[in-house]
């Protein structure tokens, strides 16, 4: 599956952005996807995750609250609705998938073996 995440853009603190992670080449619902994020000089940390049939999500404790992932397996895309954007959100986002039969996901980066190119995000304060 080849993953490609598209949305990122300056914005100020306090406003919306929607990421969107889209999947092709392979069935998007057979995948559990998640969504990460890395600052300037900082690692990679989890933001969110949700399974493949959309029942279960995971969210950092940084954005929980403010941000909501979800899914349309009909289009292949995951969103990442970032409500509330703090100047802390700035970072590069990149979506990851992983093929699963059951409906599990994780919150570990390791976990998953497909990766998209990142989409930047900036908040202004």
């Known amino acids: 599956v080849q993953l490609q995440a598209f949305g990122g853009g300056l914005v100020q603190a306090g406003d919306s952005l929607r990421l969107t992670c889209q999947l092709s080449g392979r069935t998007g619902s057979s995948y559990s996807v998640a969504w990460f994020r890395q600052a300037p000089g900082k690692e990679r940390e989890f933001v969110a995750t949700?399974?493949?049939?959309?029942?279960?999500?995971l969210y950092a404790d940084s954005v929980k609250g403010r941000f909501t992932i979800s899914r349309d397996n009909a289009e292949n895309t995951v969103n990442l609705l970032m409500n509330s954007l703090k100047p802390e959100d700035t970072a590069l986002y990149y979506c990851a998938a992983r093929f699963t039969t059951g409906n599990s996901w994780s919150q570990y980066d390791s976990w998953y073996d497909n990766w998209g190119q990142g989409t930047l995000v900036t908040v202004s304060s």
């Open positions: 949700i399974s493949k049939s959309g029942g279960r999500t």
